[in-house]
């Protein structure tokens, strides 16, 4: 007797359509993506993966896991507050629940009183003002890059843009600033050195072509030792006697000084000093949603709001939602994790060590996107074996943990206290998998 193809053993794709539970997906998932997870089950099969009278519960595991988004929650047990990897800051609740309401039709650009088109960002501006008064008017715009890029371009382009080579920035996957910069049509007027920059070396390169002066923050390092550079202040008397713009790109986002990170500028204290246009990110040490923030001199600030290119980097109204209640609501987790109590990252610490029977080690966490390089943020966490990493990364819930020194460790700072029993729960998971996979190997 002929043999049976096993591939014509394989169910049919209109009869797992059929079943139950695939069409319940079939009203909260698109017809591509359900008709997706049954073909590659059936090429699983087809080729030998899987046998065919296992396609139907591969199928049915699949629809029941698949969500409309491929993004998962993560539980951040890094100790790294911004953590550009995990989308940087995670947002309040009040932030959360204004995204949400502005998910719908909203007044974004719309005077509800007499019917007639207002300002975008209305709202986001009021609160920015409000919280950095010493600013005279606010932009927002999609990201930090795209700050940097307007002002540059509206101020600076077919002309020069002065910067020190000891800010010649490169930060996170190769994105070098002088590189944004002169993608605008400006070009870089290079002035000092590396390690030691002059007001001298300023006031010789000004010029008629001169379109601004550009401070940019270091981000992700310092230079320490035989070092010089020109302070805000000084430099704000040279350009504000020539004429010229005097911008600062700060990034990290602190609207204030904060005394938990002495090094860390702010955007008052840069405009306090004679900044006329301060940059700062607001999904760093804000805590809010991706944005880039424009703060400064009114005259300044609407000429750049004027230019084309602002129609389009402008952010849109979930995010311009977001900023406006991070600005203006509770404190946002990012800064709860900066001044969270050592005592009490302690006790809990130590309950789920006394639960897991592991050990607590001391562990300096950090600020992270660029913030604050090199400052730490002492701590504690959990020693775990290095082997329970990828376990805890892909298990239920997601948790992330640092891998080091032959150690994975899990620092708690970032952690809500209300999620110490999800760690708990992840961790014992994740334990018994070692386990099992060492049971498997030696076997």
């Given at each position: 007797?002929?043999?049976?193809?096993?591939?014509?053993?394989?169910?049919?794709?209109?009869?797992?359509?059929?079943?139950?539970?695939?069409?319940?997906?079939?009203?909260?998932?698109?017809?591509?993506?359900?008709?997706?997870?049954?073909?590659?089950?059936?090429?699983?099969?087809?080729?030998?993966?899987?046998?065919?009278?296992?396609?139907?519960?591969?199928?049915?595991?699949?629809?029941?896991?698949?969500?409309?988004?491929?993004?998962?929650?993560?539980?951040?047990?890094?100790?790294?507050?911004?953590?550009?990897?995990?989308?940087?800051?995670?947002?309040?609740?009040?932030?959360?629940?204004?995204?949400?309401?502005?998910?719908?039709?909203?007044?974004?650009?719309?005077?509800?009183?007499?019917?007639?088109?207002?300002?975008?960002?209305?709202?986001?501006?009021?609160?920015?003002?409000?919280?950095?008064?010493?600013?005279?008017?606010?932009?927002?715009?999609?990201?930090?890059?795209?700050?940097?890029?307007?002002?540059?371009?509206?101020?600076?382009?077919?002309?020069?843009?002065?910067?020190?080579?000891?800010?010649?920035?490169?930060?996170?996957?190769?994105?070098?600033?002088?590189?944004?910069?002169?993608?605008?049509?400006?070009?870089?007027?290079?002035?000092?050195?590396?390690?030691?920059?002059?007001?001298?070396?300023?006031?010789?390169?000004?010029?008629?072509?001169?379109?601004?002066?550009?401070?940019?923050?270091?981000?992700?390092?310092?230079?320490?030792?035989?070092?010089?550079?020109?302070?805000?202040?000084?430099?704000?008397?040279?350009?504000?006697?020539?004429?010229?713009?005097?911008?600062?790109?700060?990034?990290?986002?602190?609207?204030?000084?904060?005394?938990?990170?002495?090094?860390?500028?702010?955007?008052?204290?840069a405009l306090a000093h004679g900044a006329d246009v301060v940059i700062a990110?607001?999904?760093?040490?804000?805590g809010g949603p991706q944005a880039g923030l424009l703060l400064g001199r009114?005259?300044?600030?609407?000429?750049?709001?004027?230019?084309?290119?602002?129609?389009?980097?402008?952010?849109?109204?979930?995010?311009?939602?977001?900023?406006?209640?991070?600005?203006?609501?509770?404190?946002?987790?990012?800064?709860?994790?900066?001044?969270?109590?050592?005592?009490?990252?302690?006790?809990?610490?130590?309950?789920?060590?006394?639960?897991?029977?592991?050990?607590?080690?001391?562990?300096?966490?950090?600020?992270?996107?660029?913030?604050?390089?090199?400052?730490?943020?002492?701590?504690?966490?959990?020693?775990?074996?290095?082997?329970?990493?990828?376990?805890?990364?892909?298990?239920?819930?997601?948790?992330?943990?640092?891998?080091?020194?032959?150690?994975?460790?899990?620092?708690?700072?970032?952690?809500?206290?209300?999620?110490?029993?999800?760690?708990?729960?992840?961790?014992?998971?994740?334990?018994?998998?070692?386990?099992?996979?060492?049971?498997?190997?030696?076997g």
């Open positions: 007797m002929d043999q049976v193809d096993p591939r014509r053993l394989i169910p049919r794709t209109n009869d797992l359509l059929a079943l139950p539970a695939v069409r319940e997906a079939r009203t909260r998932l698109s017809e591509a993506v359900v008709r997706d997870l049954v073909r590659y089950a059936q090429d699983q099969a087809r080729r030998g993966e899987l046998a065919p009278a296992d396609v139907e519960a591969a199928v049915l595991a699949a629809v029941a896991g698949r969500t409309a988004t491929s993004l998962r929650p993560v539980l951040n047990a890094t100790g790294i507050i911004v953590h550009t990897n995990l989308g940087r800051a995670p947002l309040s609740a009040a932030a959360v629940e204004a995204l949400v309401a502005a998910s719908g039709y909203v007044d974004v650009e719309l005077n509800l009183a007499d019917g007639r088109r207002s300002r975008r960002g209305a709202g986001a501006r009021a609160a920015l003002l409000a919280a950095c008064p010493a600013a005279e008017d606010a932009l927002v715009v999609n990201n930090g890059a795209a700050a940097l890029v307007l002002a540059t371009t509206a101020l600076a382009a077919g002309r020069e843009v002065i910067l020190s080579r000891g800010e010649l920035v490169e930060i996170g996957a190769g994105f070098r600033l002088p590189d944004l910069i002169e993608s605008t049509g400006a070009s870089l007027h290079e002035v000092g050195t590396t390690n030691r920059t002059h007001l001298r070396d300023y006031a010789d390169a000004l010029g008629p072509d001169t379109g601004c002066v550009l401070k940019i923050h270091p981000s992700n390092f310092w230079v320490d030792g035989f070092t010089s550079a020109v302070g805000l202040d000084e430099l704000s008397s040279l350009t504000s006697a020539q004429g010229v713009p005097l911008v600062a790109d700060l990034g990290s986002g602190l609207l204030a000084p904060d005394p938990h990170l002495p090094r860390e500028p702010d955007v008052a204290t990110s607001g999904d760093k040490l804000l009114k005259e300044i600030i609407e000429r750049l709001s004027r230019h084309p290119l602002a129609r389009a980097v402008r952010a849109d109204k979930l995010a311009l939602a977001a900023l406006e209640a991070t600005v203006a609501g509770e404190a946002p987790p990012v800064v709860q994790s900066l001044h969270a109590d050592p005592g009490e990252l302690r006790r809990r610490t130590d309950r789920l060590a006394g639960a897991l029977g592991v050990p607590v080690v001391p562990h300096d966490g950090r600020v992270g996107g660029g913030g604050a390089p090199g400052f730490p943020l002492p701590g504690w966490a959990l020693r775990l074996p290095e082997g329970i990493a990828g376990h805890l990364r892909t298990g239920e819930p997601a948790v992330l943990p640092r891998v080091h020194d032959g150690a994975c460790l899990l620092d708690l700072r970032c952690v809500p206290a209300a999620d110490d029993g999800r760690i708990l729960e992840a961790v014992r998971q994740a334990l018994a998998a070692l386990a099992s996979a060492g049971a498997g190997r030696a």
